[in-house]
């Protein structure tokens, strides 16, 4: 079973508007959380991380809220621009601090 | 300065051959970490060391896939007798402080690997 879901293979939004992005996780021992944005051919890059002691954390235009009652995690990038467009993958650390990642939502931002 | 570095970018090789796919970290960090990625869907941990001792390798699927890192900073994944389902791309990262800690782990741009 995965411990930590991405439900949306996918996304498309115009420039300039909203993008939320959704991570659903099993576990609710799980207590540090990140985002990870990839472009094809490179490595994933480190986007925003939150602890469970917070439920949001900002960082420009990208807001990650954490929602632990529901173990529902969402990335929201304001405004979007077409250079947002990437693959972005919710993680978490587990209790042996590696990372588990969720399958990732591709994102698009049309100009 | 200079990231994680991983070479070969692109490994093709036949089944049943054995392959070594490196990785330079970013000086000075003591934690490394490997990860697979399999076509949609996110990395899978397979092994990080601290320093030079595996600290844990419980992501290896089996005994046929090996890490070493002798001097603490350089890291060979190894694979021996290569099967079709081993093809995917290799990640490594590596962070700051001790292995096992929320350091942010940078990534390399990964070794595609394919076994044909």
């Known amino acids: 079973d995965q411990q930590v879901k991405q439900n949306s293979p996918s996304l498309s939004v115009q420039e300039g508007r909203i993008s939320i992005l959704n991570c659903d996780y099993t576990?609710?021992?799980?207590?540090?959380f990140l985002w990870y944005k990839k472009y094809p051919a490179e490595g994933p890059t480190f986007l925003i991380s939150?602890?469970?002691?917070?439920d949001k954390n900002e960082d420009g235009r990208f807001t990650v809220f954490l929602n632990k009652s529901a173990k529902h995690l969402s990335l929201h990038i304001v405004p979007s621009q077409p250079g947002d467009s990437a693959v972005y993958f919710c993680?978490?650390?587990?209790?042996?601090?590696?990372?588990?990642f969720g399958s990732g939502t591709r994102l698009l931002v049309r100009p | 300065g200079a990231g994680v570095s991983q070479t070969p970018s692109n490994k093709v090789t036949e089944k049943g051959k054995y392959v070594e796919l490196r990785c330079d970290p970013i000086?000075?960090?003591?934690?490394l970490y490997w990860y697979r990625q399999s076509l949609g869907q996110g990395p899978e941990f397979l092994i990080y060391f601290q320093g030079t001792g595996a600290a844990d390798d419980s992501g290896l699927p089996n005994d046929r896939f090996f890490a070493v890192r002798p001097e603490g900073s350089v890291s060979t994944l190894k694979i021996q007798r290569t099967e079709r389902g081993d093809s995917a791309v290799y990640l490594c990262?590596?962070?700051?402080?001790?292995?096992?800690?929320?350091?942010?782990?940078?990534f390399g741009p990964g070794t595609r690997l394919t076994v044909l």
């Open positions: 000086s000075g960090h003591t934690a």
């Open positions: 990262a590596s962070s700051q402080g001790v292995a096992g800690s929320t350091d942010t782990q940078y």
């Open positions: 576990n609710s021992m799980f207590d540090y």
């Open positions: 993680a978490v650390v587990d209790s042996s601090y590696k990372l588990i």
């Open positions: 939150i602890s469970s002691i917070k």
